[in-house]
């Protein structure tokens, strides 16, 4: 594997470094502030996303919060938007870009069907011609870098995703993320990093591997195949919020980490849950059922206590749960 270098991006006036080669994935309903903040614990200095920005939305004023709360944040935070109307993105990107954003990225890939029929996400891999526009526009309306997360096509038989790539790269874009599937797959089959590879060799800019990349051993393979300029973690780190900062760490240092214990892991889940219950208030119980059930594995007794948490019908129920778990050991 090659030696991974920072990425170094102009933008348009306000230029940008990307020291660390491990990058988190905007994940919908879980990247918020409070999961940001786990990674950022063992990850400083990785790029983390905000969830997925609607920029019509945004501009009418809903979902602001996700934006305006990166001035309280550490570390490079990026704002990913999704729309298919050039002015509303270009609105939503000025807004992000006044808030402190490290980078504005376009979602060029989302396969949700509620996004794609109404033109966005995935929907512009059918739509090159728009999406250079998008890229285009956004990227002279503010300072910061434009990137862009792709997948390989819509389907199997109509992707090309190598000239759309390189109609990104002419409009604009100054990195490319590729998720290794196409849209019809969803996150089916596997991903195929061969074709990200292609891509990587076709263009200038840095490309970013995405799909598929669960551990350490599937970075490093990842990279050797596809050659590129880093990993994007998506799904795997639901749960493990540390997991940027190991794949990051075993793949520079070539050393194991040392994961959370069973301790630590509850310990995690209890902080977690109180965050959520501050900002949420017992709607921050539903929140945190999820991210304690993905987070509460790997240990005796996790299976029972995953159960009974699901069930805790208020936060203090939870909370004592929990603290009673973390007396067994001690």
């Known amino acids: 594997m090659q030696e991974l270098s920072p990425i170094f991006l102009s933008g348009n006036g306000t230029s940008r470094s990307l020291e660390c080669p491990v990058i988190q994935s905007p994940l919908a309903g879980v990247s918020d502030q409070i999961f940001r903040k786990f990674v950022r614990r063992w990850s400083p200095k990785a790029l983390l996303f905000t969830e997925m920005v609607n920029a019509k939305s945004l501009e009418l004023g809903h979902g602001e919060e996700k934006v305006i709360e990166l001035s309280e944040e550490s570390g490079p935070i990026g704002v990913?938007?999704?729309?298919?109307?050039p002015d509303s993105m270009i609105d939503a990107a000025i807004k992000a870009e006044l808030s402190g954003a490290f980078l504005i990225?376009?979602?060029?890939?989302?396969?949700?069907?509620?996004?794609?029929?109404?033109?966005?996400?995935?929907?512009?891999?059918?739509?090159?011609?728009?999406?250079?526009?998008?890229?285009?526009?956004?990227s002279k309306a503010i300072s910061i870098p434009v990137t862009v997360k792709i997948r390989l096509g819509w389907c199997e038989n109509t992707s090309d995703p190598v000239s759309f790539a390189l109609g990104l790269q002419e409009a604009g874009a100054q990195l490319i993320t590729v998720h290794g599937r196409t849209r019809r797959q969803g996150f089916?089959?596997?991903?195929?990093?061969?074709?990200?590879?292609?891509?990587?060799?076709?263009l200038d800019i840095p490309v970013i591997a995405n799909g598929d990349i669960k551990n350490s051993r599937d970075a490093i393979e990842c990279l050797k195949i596809t050659n590129a300029d880093g990993v994007m973690i998506g799904r795997a780190s639901m749960g493990a919020p540390w997991l940027v900062g190991q794949i990051d760490e075993e793949i520079k240092n070539q050393k194991t980490f040392n994961p959370p214990d069973a301790k630590m892991k509850v310990n995690l889940c209890l902080e977690h849950l109180k965050l959520l219950v501050l900002k949420n208030g017992n709607h921050g119980l539903l929140i945190a059922r999820k991210h304690m059930n993905w987070t509460c594995r790997g240990f005796e007794g996790a299976s029972t206590l995953r159960h009974k948490l699901v069930r805790a019908s208020t936060p203090n129920d939870a909370i004592n749960l929990l603290?009673?778990?973390?007396?067994?050991?001690?």
């Open 80 to 85: 990913q938007l999704f729309d298919h109307r």
């Open 105 to 138: 990225d376009i979602n060029m890939g989302c396969p949700v069907k509620k996004i794609a029929k109404k033109g966005g996400g995935s929907a512009l891999l059918k739509e090159p011609e728009l999406a250079q526009l998008i890229v285009k526009k956004v």
């Open 188 to 202: 089916s089959g596997y991903a195929n990093w061969e074709s990200i590879s292609k891509i990587k060799k076709s």
């Open 323 to 330: 603290e009673d778990e973390l007396i067994k050991f001690n």
